[in-house]
DNA sequence: TGACAGATACACAAATTTGAATAAAAACTT
DNA sequence: AAGTTTTTATTCAAATTTGTGTATCTGTCA
């Protein structure tokens, strides 16, 4: 989809590169947290933008790697969705949602379970997010990724602040 | 992909339905905010489950149409896939997460309007899904359908927060 | 009544995503 | 140095998603 677009030409942006090392960067910048980043996205949408002119292929002999290289096009490309990625509300796919929606049809006893369930691992996905923060996520991402960790961070928080109330609400038969 | 499974699932749980009015429900439910509920999807998902006896084709002559009930596999497989939809806490796609990826690529002016104008939509779409859940969604969702409304709320106020402070950091220099 | 907008109902090609498989090169082990 | 594991790098079939196209039915207003 658009997003994947984006985020391809946005790695070339600095310079070439082959699909393993696109997919590593991506990886680094903890873009699978967020995205559909698996390895067939990836050669695909990189094979389809080259098709279109928007990434030109680089060949390098060795062992059949192929470098991208982004295009003058493929840059006006990445400007233009990048800008409707700010401008542009686009929904936000949870699958927690479709959890929700059928509270109705998990005994109360398994709810509550699986809230409670839920609640300890979102506190240790929390922390684990909040220590990759202070470690300034190491390697060699820009600092403003950080940015992304944080927002995935609040998100996380939203769903656990929403379970944390619900709990209580199901054991005083207020839900479902 | 699985989140669409369940949900198909789950709307046959209480009688057959044909294809266009399982899509119906499922916007009504405003599932069209956080799943991928094209009639593409809808209509290939019903018949793959039916080619694989989770749901059961029953003819209706007229006009064509279609209606899919579900069996005591598809309700199991409902139960399963539900219960690894609450336990498992699965990765949010956020298109908006690429655009905070590549922040530092627009002119600091580019980024300060995007955020400002971002910002007022999402005031405004907290606003309407806070009178949508007054509204008690009108017609003919169950109650806790309110609750989808409320964590969709508590996702958009997640990310306001961060522009807000983000549109004064990038004021000050601090960011990216 | 007949014409026309809108709602109902589905189908389909093209694009994308998934998940797993493959194979060569590099690193490690004994 | 031969064997084993790990990392690198890509490919592919199958599943899913998107976006649009088509046909039928229903209400309604002149």
């Given at each position: 989809m658009s997003s994947t677009r984006v985020l391809l030409?946005?790695?070339l942006l600095d310079g070439p590169l082959h699909g393993y090392e696109v997919r590593r960067r991506l990886e680094m910048w903890g873009a699978d947290a967020w995205a559909n980043v698996a390895y067939g996205s990836i050669y695909h949408g990189l094979g389809k933008m080259a098709?279109?002119?928007l990434l030109h292929r680089v060949e390098e002999g060795k062992g059949g790697r192929t470098l991208y290289?982004?295009?003058e096009a493929g840059r006006?490309?990445?400007l233009a969705r990048l800008m409707s990625h700010w401008w542009e509300i686009k929904p936000i796919v949870d699958p927690f949602q479709?959890?929700?929606t059928f509270m109705d049809r998990l005994s109360p006893a398994d709810l509550t379970a699986a809230m409670k369930a839920r609640a300890v691992q979102l506190r240790a996905a929390i922390e684990m997010l909040g220590r990759a923060i202070e470690a300034k996520r190491?390697?060699?991402a820009p600092r403003h990724i950080d940015e992304t960790l944080r927002l995935n961070a609040a998100?996380?928080?939203a769903q656990l602040t929403w379970i944390e109330d619900a709990v209580g609400r199901v054991g005083r038969g207020e839900l479902p």
């Open positions: 030409l946005g790695v098709d279109e002119g290289e982004i295009t006006a490309e990445f479709v959890a929700l190491g390697h060699g998100q996380l928080q």
